[in-house]
């Protein structure tokens, strides 16, 4: 059986693209939500980012801005990044500026605190700076 | 092409339970995100609503979390009480081929009510509609 896992998929608005080891952090941040509820994460993450990537309007619940995206060359505010909210899952992500239409999603991580970790910022900061000043794929 | 391909293999086979247990979630969060945008956009909070229902903020936040099973009837309250008016449409196709997955229409299925004095604008989404805006149709279904 082939079991190949899509990097990317296109809705009828947006592609959402996963970064490297984006599945991956998934994929760990699962193991840590009971056994018995894992379906229905998964199930979740994957119709919030079919929403996302079909163009339907997200609510800032669920959707919410959660911290700034790394200075532009410029200097100039590059804006902010999203979570894909699924309590305590988060997918961090951001809308692409060099790709046209495309939602990047970093990392997703469990977050059972309040505060945004620094750690999460930076690695979405990395993957950013890689793909929009450095021209990466993903 | 569909989200399911980013977390599941392309050769994962659903089985009947797990597709249907990912209808009725994509059922509820689709409902639920669709009113916590009208929300937003008519700048009620859950309080407010909660407030308007004449039930505690929790049990809207669960309601709207889908945590808490909502009926037609809640429903048809929480639009009442923000003004709006729901259509419920059924994608005939979609149930035959038991694809995964709410069929929706590309205009949005909310709309602002004017007292129900619309009956001649029904959007047609499906062969089987029910418009809640017509009451005998409504009452035929119940």
Not at chain 1, 47 to 69: C, T, V, Y
Not at chain 2, 48 to 71: D, F
Request: charged letters at 30%; hydrophobic letters at 35%; one cysteine or more.
């Amino acid at each position: 059986m082939d079991n190949e896992f899509k990097d990317e998929i296109t809705g009828s608005a947006f592609r959402v693209v996963h970064c490297e080891g984006a599945r991956e952090s998934f994929e760990q941040a699962l193991k840590r939500v009971e056994a018995r509820k894992s379906g229905s994460f998964r199930r979740g993450m994957v119709q919030q980012i079919q929403r996302l990537a079909d163009g339907h309007k997200m609510s800032s619940e669920n959707f919410p801005i959660e911290g700034e995206l790394p200075k532009k060359l410029n200097g100039e505010s590059a804006g902010h990044f999203r979570a894909l909210k699924r309590i305590p899952v988060r997918g961090y992500c951001w809308r692409s500026e060099c790709c046209e239409n495309t939602w990047f999603i970093s990392h997703y991580v469990y977050k059972d605190y309040q505060k945004l970790k620094a750690r999460d910022t930076e690695r979405l900061g990395k993957n950013w700076i890689r793909i929009e000043v450095n021209g990466d794929e993903r | 092409m569909s989200a399911k391909e980013l977390f599941y293999g392309a050769g994962h086979e659903f089985s009947r339970a797990e597709a249907r247990a990912y209808a009725r979630e994509d059922l509820i969060y689709n409902v639920t995100e669709d009113l916590l945008v009208q929300m937003e956009e008519l700048g009620v909070t859950k309080l407010e609503l909660a407030r308007r229902l004449g039930k505690s903020r929790s049990y809207v936040t669960q309601m709207l979390s889908g945590a808490r099973n909502m009926t037609l009837g809640t429903l048809s309250d929480i639009c009442f009480e923000l003004g709006i008016t729901p259509q419920v449409g059924f994608g005939v196709e979609a149930a035959e081929t038991r694809e995964l997955g709410v069929q929706r229409d590309d205009n949005p299925v909310w709309e602002p009510s004017d007292n129900g004095v619309c009956y001649d604008v029904i959007q047609v989404l499906g062969e089987n509609v029910i418009d809640m805006r017509d009451p005998g149709q409504w009452e035929k279904v119940a």
